[in-house]
C-alpha cells in the first residue's frame, strides 16, 4: 500500500488540502431531480469567469487553489433542494436554480455577502436562517451516520481518509480479534436498523462460530418501503463508510467474500457504491491482501430486481443466488447456512455505518446516546403532512413530538400550512409498520416501546397525517402494495392480504357489514400469525393498529356508511357548518355543478343529490366551513 | 400414557414421542400417528413451508411450522389448538376461494387433497369472497393438462421438475395474486423442455396438472365393428391398477385385469413383457457387439421416453451411445402392425393398437413421427393405469371378483426377465441374465443379479460375468442421470451400460399408476414385480421360445437387417424449445430485414445480449422500425460458433455488433430503404 495513504489513515499526520473556500452542491437524488447537475455546472462557468482559482478534485496535499467546488449526498433537507452549502462561512442557500449561481458567485465569493433572498426562512419566526446551525430541522438532529453526507465528495475516497476513514476497519484488521470485535459491537447494544432491530452482536457471534472455510457477509440496501429513503442517502452521501463497516463485518466473522445488494431503483446509489468498491480495491483496502494483513476481502455489488420482498434475509440469498426472490423456511438461519449453503451475515446498510462508529468511538461512547435497550442514534425519512420533509437521524428515545412538531414543523393542512391541532396520526416503518395517534405523541421512539404499541421502527419510514386523512384509506394504501408486493409463495399472505384488501375495499365502496370487520380482524391476525416470512407476518399491521386506534373511524364506515374525512368519495357527505360559514359565495363559483346555494352572508346548504364529492368547495373555504369531504 | 421425560423425546398434544432421526417435526408428528394436512410437504422434495397447514404451537416459541422444524428433545409441542384450527381453516378457504370449485367434472376429483382436507377440517362455507379469474386451460402436451384454475400454487410439480429430474420445465412467475406455476416465457408446455414424464401431476394435489385422457378415443374403437382393437399391458400395470379397486399395492391382479381387458371388447390382450423380453435379446446383443468390438460405451438403454427426449435436449452427442433398440411398447406395435395383417387378412386400418402404461411419456412416445409407418402409428392410443380403471369403473366392472383370464398367445407369453422391465434396475438385471450365458456359454445357476436391486437413485455395480467385470450404471431420478450422462460427455464415464428410468423407482412409480402419497408404495410394486418373476417357470428371455419363433419366422437374425427395421430407431438432435422466436417489434413484417440474434445460453454468455441491445439502439437512434425486424431467438443450434445472429437468414457466427450491423445496413441498401 501507498505510504502516502497509510499517512492519511494515521491521524497524527497532517490534514493537507485546505483550500480557503468550498462551495458544496447537495447531489442526493431529490436535489439532482430539481436540477442540481446544472447548478454545478453554472457555478463552473461563473467561478471560472469571476477569475477564482479553482478545483473539483479533493487532494491529499496543501492545495493552492482558493476554492473547492464539489457535490455531495443526500442533506438531508430536501424539500428544499437543490442545496448550496458554503464554508467555512456556514450559508446554506435552499431552492437554488441555475440563475441564482450569478448572485452566490458575485455576491458570496467575491463580495463576502449572503443572498438573503436564498436562505431558508423560519415559517414560525419568519427569520431567515443563515446556515444549517439556525435551522430548526437540523438544531434537533444528532447526526452520526449523516455526518459526512453533505459535506464530503462522496467520490472521493481520499477525503473520506481525510475525516477518518477507514481508520475503524485498519483498526479491526490489524489490531483486533475477532472475538473482540464481536464483543464490542455486542457490548455497544447496536440493533439491526433495518427493521426488526435484532442485536448485531448476537447475530455476528452466530456466524463467527460457525465452522466454515466459506462466509459471506451480505449488506441489505434493498430498500424498498414506499417513502423511505434513508439507505439510499447514505449510500449516496457517504458509500465509503458502509463498506467500512462491511469490512469490519467480514473481518469479524471470517468472511473473505462479501457482497452489496442494492435495489436496481437506485442507480446513484449503485454508481457510487461500485466506484467505492472499486477506489477501496485501489487502494488495498480490498483484494488479496488487506491493508497488508496477508487476508484476502473481496467486495461484489449487485442489483436487485426490484422485488420488495428481497429485502427479506432468505429472499435475498435466493434472488442473489439466481433464483426467484421468495423467502424459505426458517431454520436454518442464514448465520448457519446462507448464501451457497455457507454462514452469511445481512446487515442494514445504516448498522454496517453504525458499526464504523462503535469501532472507532467505543461501544461505551455509542452508548451514551439512545435508550438502554436501543442504544445510538435512528434516522428516518420524514414525509406526509409536516413543514418540514427530508431525511432526519436523532437518537432512539426522542419523543414522536420532538420529531413531529420541532424537526418536522408541526403539522400543515390541506394548503400546506401549520396548524395547530392538524395532528391525527403517524404511520411508522413503512407497509409493514402500524399507526400512532395523539396519545403516543410523548412515546420514546425505540424498538420496544414502539412494538408494545403495535407499531415497529422498521427501516424508518415516518408519514405524518393530518386530521383530514382517512385511516381506512391508509390501512387500504399499505395493503395494495403490500399484497402487490407479496411472492406469492405462501397462502396466508398471498390470498390473505388479497382477501383484506377486497374487504377494505368493501369498507370504503360501503359495501361492508359487522361481519365484514370481525372477519377482517380473525384473518389479519392468521396473517400474522401463520405467514412465512417477515412481510407476510407483518403485512396486516396497517390493518390491525387502525383497528386497534380507530375503531369508531371504521364503524362510521360500516354502520353509519360515512367517511368522517370524506376522503372515501363514495361515503363522503359534505356540508357546511353554518356557524363558520359567512356566506361569502366563493365555494358556491367554484362548485362545478351548481350544488351549492345561499344569499350573501347567509350560511350556504350543499344539495346532496346534485354534488359530486369532488371537494373543491372544502379547498375553497377560507374559513374551513365545509366538512366531510 | 408415558409421561416421563428422557433426553430423545419430545412432548406432542401431551404424549412423549421418541425421536428416531425423523428430518423435521411434521414427520415425527405423523410417526405418532397423527395426519397434520400438508400440500406442499413430500418427502422426496425440499421444504418449502407454503401451504401452512402444518402449523403447530411449541410452547416459547409461538405459532410455527412443523415442516421446517427439526425436532429437539425437551419441545412441547400442540397439533390442535382453536387458534391453529382457525389458521387452518383460513388457509382452506383463502385457497377454495380462489379456486375453480367444479369439483365434480375434475379429473382429480375423489383423489383431490384440497377437497380431502376441506372435508377434513369440516369446512361448510367459504367465508371470503370469490376471486378466482378463469385463465386458459394447457392442453398442448401430449401427455398431460396444465388447468392453471385448479393450481394452489404448492409448487410440487415445481420442485419434482428441478429438484428430482433437473429439469425446470415449469417454475414461478409473477408476484402477489398474479403468482402462477408456468412453463417458460408463458408458453404452453407441450411447446417448452417437459419430457412428459408426468411427476408434477402424480404430485400435484389438486387438478391443475393431470395426465392427458384417451378414454374417449378407445371407447369408439371399441364400440367400432368393424375394429379389430388389439392391447398390451406393460409390466408395471400390474401391480398397481388394483390399488384403485382397495387392493393392497404391489398384489399382482394379472388375471383381472386380462379378464376386464377382454370384458371391455378387447380382440386381443398381449403382454408388453412379450416385446421386453425381444428388447433384451435385441439390446443385449447390441450391448455385446459394442463392447467386443470397440463401439461406443457406455450404452444407455432407451426404453424410456423421457429419458429419450431428455438425451435429444441436452445431450446430442450422447445419441450414438443410446441402444437403437425401441421401447418395448413400439416393438410390440411394430411386430402387431406388421405380423397381425397378413395372419387375420384384415386390412391395417382397421387394426388398432392400444397400449396399457403406467406412463405419460408413453403417450407421447406413440406420437413420434419415428414410430409411424406408412403414416400409421405402430401405437394408436395409449392408456395410463388410472385411465384403464376409470373404463372398468364405467363399465360397472366389479373387478376383485372378476374370474381371472390369460394373455393372448403368442404375444402374451413371456419370462420373469420381460417383467422385472418394469423396476428400475429391471432392464439391467435383464440384459445381464442374457449377456452372463452369451459371454460365458454356460446356463446361469440362478437368474437373480441382487447387486443392481435397489432403491437408490444412482447406483454403480460391477458384476463379474465370466472373464470380464461388467461395470453397470442404474439410475431413476433425471437429475441423477444428468451426472453420469454429464462424466459421459466429458469422457470420464468407465461404465459399460447404463440404465436410466427417469421416474422414481422405475415404471411402477410412473406418473400414469394410481395416485397415492405413500412413500412406501413403490417399494410394494416393485417387490410385487419381483415375487411375479420369482413365481415364473423361464426367468431369461433367451427361454422366450415364443421371441426365437418370432426370430425364426419373421425377424430372421438377431440385430439383423429385419429386425432392424421392425426394433430399432433413430434419435435426433431436438431444441429445447418449439417456436422460432420472440417478436421484439412491430409492423408489417413481408419487406423486413429479419435479424434474429440468438439468446441461447451458450450464445449469451458469449455476448449475445450485448449485440441485441446494440441492435435494439440502432434500430431506435436509426429509426429503422419499420424496416428491420430484430427478434431475440432461440438456440441455433451452432453454439460452438456463437454468438449467432441471422440477417435474412444468413447465419453469422461469432458475430459482433459490428459485423451485425453492417450486414443490416447492406441489406436495406439492397432493398433500397
Not at chain 1, 463467527?208 to 424498498?224: F, H, L, M, P, W
Not at chain 2, 415364443?546 to 437374425?557: M, P, S
Amino acid at each position: 500500500m501507498n505510504h502516502r495513504i497509510l499517512n492519511i489513515l494515521d491521524p497524527a499526520a497532517g490534514n493537507g488540502c485546505k483550500t480557503q473556500r468550498r462551495v458544496i452542491v447537495c447531489a442526493g437524488t431529490g436535489c439532482v431531480a430539481n436540477g442540481a447537475y446544472q447548478v454545478i455546472t453554472a457555478f463552473k462557468e461563473q467561478i471560472a469567469a469571476a477569475g477564482i482559482s479553482m478545483t473539483t478534485e479533493f487532494k491529499a496535499e496543501e492545495s493552492s487553489h482558493d476554492l473547492r467546488l464539489n457535490k455531495s449526498g443526500c442533506q438531508g433537507f430536501c424539500q428544499m433542494g437543490p442545496l448550496v452549502t458554503i464554508l467555512p462561512d456556514q450559508i446554506l442557500y435552499n431552492k437554488v436554480t441555475v440563475a441564482d449561481v450569478d448572485d452566490i458567485v458575485r455576491q458570496t465569493l467575491v463580495g463576502g455577502k449572503v443572498v438573503d433572498r436564498l436562505l431558508y426562512v423560519d415559517p414560525t419566526t419568519r427569520k431567515p436562517c443563515q446556515g444549517i446551525q439556525d435551522i430548526p430541522f437540523y438544531q434537533r438532529q444528532q447526526r452520526f451516520v449523516l455526518k459526512e453526507c453533505g459535506v464530503i465528495d462522496p467520490e472521493s475516497i481520499l477525503e473520506y481518509l481525510h475525516h477518518g476513514g477507514y481508520a475503524a476497519a485498519k483498526k479491526a484488521i490489524l489490531q483486533m480479534t475477532q472475538v473482540e470485535i464481536v464483543q464490542e459491537i455486542t457490548r455497544s447494544g447496536l440493533r439491526g436498523r433495518g427493521g426488526g432491530g435484532f442485536p448485531t452482536g448476537r447475530k455476528w457471534e452466530a456466524a463467527r462460530t460457525q465452522k466454515s472455510a466459506k462466509k459471506y457477509v451480505i449488506c441489505n440496501a434493498d430498500e424498498g418501503d414506499p417513502g423511505a429513503f434513508m439507505n439510499r442517502s447514505v449510500m449516496e452521501g457517504n458509500p465509503h463508510s458502509v463498506l467500512e463497516g462491511l469490512m469490519i463485518a467480514a473481518r469479524a466473522i471470517g468472511a473473505d467474500e462479501t457482497l452489496i445488494y442494492v435495489r436496481t431503483e437506485y442507480p446513484l446509489a449503485v454508481a457510487r457504491m461500485k466506484r467505492a468498491v472499486e477506489k477501496a480495491q485501489q487502494l488495498g483496502f480490498l483484494g488479496d491482501n488487506i491493508f497488508g494483513s496477508g487476508q484476502a476481502l473481496h467486495c461484489e455489488v449487485m442489483e436487485g430486481a426490484g422485488a420488495f420482498v428481497c429485502g427479506e434475509e432468505t429472499a435475498m440469498i435466493a434472488s442473489i443466488e439466481g433464483q426467484r426472490g421468495m423467502p424459505r423456511p426458517k431454520p436454518p438461519f442464514p448465520a448457519q447456512s446462507g448464501l451457497w449453503g455457507k454462514p452469511t451475515i445481512i446487515n442494514n446498510v445504516e448498522t454496517l455505518a453504525h458499526v464504523v462508529r462503535v469501532i472507532n468511538e467505543g461501544a461505551d461512547k455509542f452508548k451514551q446516546l439512545g435508550s438502554a435497550a436501543s442504544p445510538g442514534t435512528k434516522t428516518f425519512a420524514l414525509t406526509g403532512h409536516v413543514a418540514n420533509t427530508g431525511l432526519i437521524e436523532v437518537p432512539f428515545g426522542t419523543t414522536l413530538r420532538e420529531v413531529v412538531m420541532q424537526i418536522g414543523g408541526g403539522i400543515t393542512d390541506r394548503r400546506g400550512k401549520v396548524k395547530a391541532n392538524g395532528f391525527k396520526a403517524v404511520q411508522i416503518g413503512g407497509p409493514s409498520g402500524g399507526c400512532l395517534t395523539q396519545e403516543h405523541l410523548d412515546l420514546p421512539l425505540d424498538y420496544d416501546s414502539l412494538r408494545s404499541v403495535g407499531a415497529m421502527v422498521g427501516s424508518g419510514g415516518l408519514v405524518a397525517m393530518n386530521e383530514k386523512t382517512c385511516m381506512v384509506s391508509i390501512a387500504r394504501f399499505f395493503m395494495d402494495f403490500t399484497q402487490r408486493e407479496s411472492c406469492g409463495k405462501c397462502v396466508l399472505c398471498r390470498e390473505g392480504t388479497r382477501q383484506l384488501l377486497a374487504m377494505l375495499d368493501d369498507i370504503i365502496e360501503g359495501h361492508a357489514t359487522g361481519e365484514t370487520i370481525a372477519l377482517m380482524e380473525k384473518l389479519a391476525l392468521a396473517v400474522q400469525k401463520g405467514s412465512l416470512c417477515g412481510l407476510g407476518k407483518t403485512a396486516p399491521n396497517p390493518v390491525l393498529s387502525t383497528l386497534r386506534y380507530f375503531r369508531a373511524e371504521y364503524d362510521a364506515h360500516v354502520f353509519h356508511k360515512h367517511c368522517p374525512t370524506g376522503q372515501c368519495k363514495a361515503l363522503a357527505r359534505p356540508s357546511i357548518d353554518p356557524a363558520k360559514c359567512k356566506g361569502c359565495m366563493a365555494c358556491g363559483k367554484k362548485c362545478p355543478v351548481g350544488a351549492i346555494s345561499g344569499e350573501r352572508k347567509q350560511p350556504h346548504v350543499i344539495d346532496q343529490g346534485k354534488c359530486i364529492v369532488c371537494g373543491v368547495c372544502a379547498d375553497t373555504c377560507k374559513l374551513d366551513a365545509v366538512t366531510g369531504v | 400414557m408415558n409421561t416421563t421425560v428422557t433426553a430423545k423425546t419430545l412432548n406432542i398434544d401431551g404424549v412423549e414421542v421418541p425421536i428416531n432421526g425423523e428430518r423435521n417435526l411434521l414427520e415425527l408428528i405423523r410417526q405418532a400417528d397423527i395426519d397434520l394436512p400438508t400440500f406442499c410437504y413430500h418427502s422426496d422434495l425440499s421444504v418449502y413451508g407454503a401451504c401452512r397447514l402444518c402449523l403447530v404451537d411449541i410452547a416459547g416459541r409461538g405459532i410455527q411450522g412443523a415442516c421446517s422444524t427439526p425436532p429437539e428433545p425437551g419441545l412441547k409441542v400442540r397439533t390442535q389448538t382453536e387458534e391453529i384450527r382457525e389458521i387452518r381453516k383460513i388457509s382452506v378457504e383463502l385457497l377454495l376461494a380462489n379456486h375453480e370449485r367444479e369439483c365434480t367434472t375434475c379429473g382429480k376429483s375423489a383423489t383431490c387433497q384440497l377437497q380431502a382436507v376441506a372435508r377434513k377440517l369440516g369446512i361448510q362455507k367459504v367465508r371470503f369472497q370469490p376471486v378466482h379469474q378463469p385463465r386458459p386451460v394447457d392442453r398442448s402436451s401430449l401427455s398431460l393438462v396444465r388447468d392453471p384454475n385448479k393450481c394452489v400454487l404448492c409448487g410440487d410439480c415445481v420442485r419434482f421438475c428441478s429438484e428430482i429430474q433437473g429439469i425446470g420445465a415449469i417454475d414461478f412467475a409473477y408476484r402477489g395474486h398474479d403468482a402462477a406455476v408456468l412453463p417458460a416465457f408463458g408458453r404452453d408446455l407441450g411447446e417448452g423442455e417437459c419430457i412428459n414424464c408426468g411427476q408434477c401431476a402424480a404430485v400435484c394435489p389438486t387438478g391443475a396438472l393431470t395426465p392427458r385422457q384417451e378414454i374417449d378415443e378407445v371407447w369408439k374403437a371399441l364400440g367400432d365393428p368393424t375394429k379389430m382393437v388389439v392391447v398390451q399391458v406393460a409390466p408395471a400395470v400390474r401391480v398397481a391398477i388394483g390399488e384403485q379397486f382397495g387392493l393392497p399395492p404391489g398384489e399382482s391382479t394379472r388375471g383381472q385385469m386380462v379378464a376386464a381387458l377382454k370384458r371391455l371388447g378387447f380382440d386381443r390382450v398381449y403382454d408388453t413383457a412379450f416385446s421386453a423380453d425381444l428388447t433384451v435379446v435385441e439390446e443385449a446383443n447390441e450391448f455385446l457387439t459394442r463392447k467386443t468390438k470397440g463401439g461406443k460405451l457406455p450404452l444407455f438403454t432407451s426404453c424410456c421416453p423421457g429419458w429419450v427426449k431428455f438425451a435429444e435436449q441436452y445431450f446430442p452427442e450422447l445419441l450414438p451411445n443410446l441402444s437403437s433398440c425401441k421401447s418395448p411398447q413400439q416393438m410390440l406395435g411394430a411386430l402387431v402392425k406388421e405380423l397381425l395383417p397378413a395372419e387375420l387378412n384384415l386390412d391395417k386400418k382397421n387394426l388398432v393398437m392400444v397400449s396399457i402404461m403406467p406412463c405419460t411419456a408413453k403417450k407421447f412416445e406413440a406420437k413420434r413421427p419415428e414410430f409411424a409407418q406408412d403414416g400409421m402409428a405402430e401405437v394408436d392410443h395409449v392408456l395410463t393405469t388410472q385411465e384403464l380403471a376409470r373404463m372398468i369403473e364405467e363399465a360397472g366392472l366389479r373387478f376383485t371378483k372378476l374370474q381371472p383370464e390369460s394373455f393372448d398367445m403368442p404375444m402374451g407369453f413371456k419370462t420373469g426377465a420381460g417383467v422385472i422391465f418394469g423396476n428400475s434396475g429391471g432392464v439391467s438385471e435383464a440384459v445381464l441374465r442374457y449377456a452372463a450365458e452369451k459371454v460365458t456359454g454356460k446356463k446361469l445357476a440362478n437368474p437373480d443379479f441382487h447387486a443392481v436391486r435397489g432403491a437408490d437413485g444412482l447406483r454403480i455395480v460391477e458384476v463379474p460375468v465370466g472373464d470380464i467385470t461388467l461395470k453397470l450404471g442404474v439410475v431413476h431420478g433425471l437429475k441423477n442421470a444428468r451426472t453420469l450422462a454429464e462424466k459421459a460427455r466429458r469422457g470420464k464415464c468407465d461404465l459399460d451400460l447404463i440404465e436410466v428410468m427417469a421416474c422414481p423407482g422405475g415404471c411402477i412409480g410412473g406418473a400414469g399408476q394410481p395416485v397415492s402419497r405413500d412413500p412406501d408404495i413403490r417399494k410394494l410394486r416393485t417387490k410385487g414385480l419381483y415375487e411375479v418373476d420369482k413365481n415364473m417357470e423361464l426367468h431369461k428371455s433367451q427361454e422366450n421360445h415364443f421371441v426365437t419363433e418370432c426370430y425364426q419366422r419373421h425377424l430372421g437374425e438377431i440385430g439383423g437387417k429385419n429386425a432392424h427395421r421392425l426394433l430399432h430407431t433413430h434419435y435426433r438432435n431436438r431444441r429445447r424449445m418449439a417456436g422460432e422466436t420472440i417478436t421484439l417489434g412491430d409492423g408489417p413484417e413481408s419487406e423486413k430485414v429479419k435479424v434474429n440474434v440468438c439468446a441461447g445460453t451458450n450464445c449469451f454468455i458469449k455476448g449475445s445480449q450485448g449485440i441485441l441491445h446494440e441492435l435494439l439502439d440502432q434500430v431506435e437512434t436509426e429509426k429503422l422500425q419499420d424496416k428491420v425486424s430484430l427478434n431475440a431467438s432461440f438456440c441455433f443450434e451452432q453454439c460452438e460458433h456463437g454468438p449467432t445472429v441471422s440477417v435474412d437468414g444468413k447465419k453469422m457466427q461469432r458475430c459482433t455488433a459490428h459485423a451485425a450491423k453492417a450486414e443490416i445496413l447492406e441489406k436495406l441498401k439492397e432493398r433500397k430503404l
